[in-house]
């Protein structure tokens, strides 16, 4: 089945606890990028990559890293999260200029 | 810099009753133009698209309108039902990046009552 799955699901930290967020898919698509949702704000774009070893800043991109190494994975770190890091955050593939495929979304609390 | 524009943030109709959702963006080199219905505590799912070759399409109870020339674009759907109920958002392709780049609208949240 395709999929782009996050893990975890939910999380609750405190402020200046590193964590990662997991991406994975296995559609094999070249392009990946990282979501948060706030109310109110819509889907802001945080990092994204056209491939392997190749990323760049979205919209939102303070206080978040992101890596490449594998095609398939894409994961998220929060290297010293803060409150306003608070958000629910979504991973998504595509390949060209089409669909593009959300993982189910991790809800982040730090407090 | 980029940026779309969704209006109204809030719509509620009754069943059976037709919702306009309304997306205007700035960067005349947008081809791509996508529609995401995010139900309830789920991911954001395409539920139709256009390109800017094209006008207007249509699936079942919901279409697209695209004007290139205003950069604007709509999401009509008729014959609402309650399972129509969701946040919609709208999105226009990012011509400097590469791939499936977009950058969403706010998000209109329609609820349609029985």
């Known amino acids: 089945e395709a999929q782009v799955t996050q893990n975890p699901r939910y999380l609750i930290t405190v402020t200046g606890k590193k964590l990662t967020v997991t991406c994975s898919q296995n559609?094999?698509?070249?392009?990946m990028s990282w979501y948060r949702q706030d109310p109110g704000l819509g889907l802001r774009q945080i990092y994204y990559?056209?491939?392997?070893?190749?990323?760049d800043k979205g919209d939102v991109p303070e206080g978040y890293k992101v890596s490449r190494k594998e095609k398939r994975n894409f994961p998220l770190i929060l290297e010293s999260p803060s409150p306003n890091q608070t958000s629910l955050y979504f991973c998504?593939?595509?390949?060209?200029?089409?669909?593009?495929?959300f993982g189910e979304g991790s809800r982040l609390t730090v407090l | 810099g980029e940026n779309v524009e969704q209006h109204p943030s809030t719509l509620s109709v009754q069943e059976g009753d037709s919702a306009v959702i309304k997306c205007t963006y700035s960067?005349?080199?947008?081809?791509?133009f996508p529609w995401y219905k995010q139900e309830l505590g789920k991911r954001p799912q395409l539920i139709i698209d256009?390109?800017?070759?094209?006008g207007e399409k249509k699936d079942q109870r919901i279409a697209v309108t695209l004007n290139k020339t205003a950069k604007h674009f709509s999401l009509h759907i008729t014959e609402t039902q309650p399972e129509d109920s969701a946040v919609y958002f709208c999105?226009?392709?990012?011509?400097?990046?590469?791939?499936?780049?977009?950058?969403f609208g706010k998000g209109t949240t329609l609820s349609v009552s029985s």
């Open positions: 998504a593939s595509g390949r060209g200029t089409g669909e593009l495929f």
């Open positions: 559609m094999n698509h070249e392009y």
């Open positions: 990559s056209m491939n392997v070893e190749v990323t």
């Open positions: 960067d005349s080199a947008s081809n791509y």
């Open positions: 256009i390109r800017s070759n094209v």
């Open positions: 999105a226009a392709s990012r011509p400097n990046q590469a791939g499936t780049a977009l950058i």
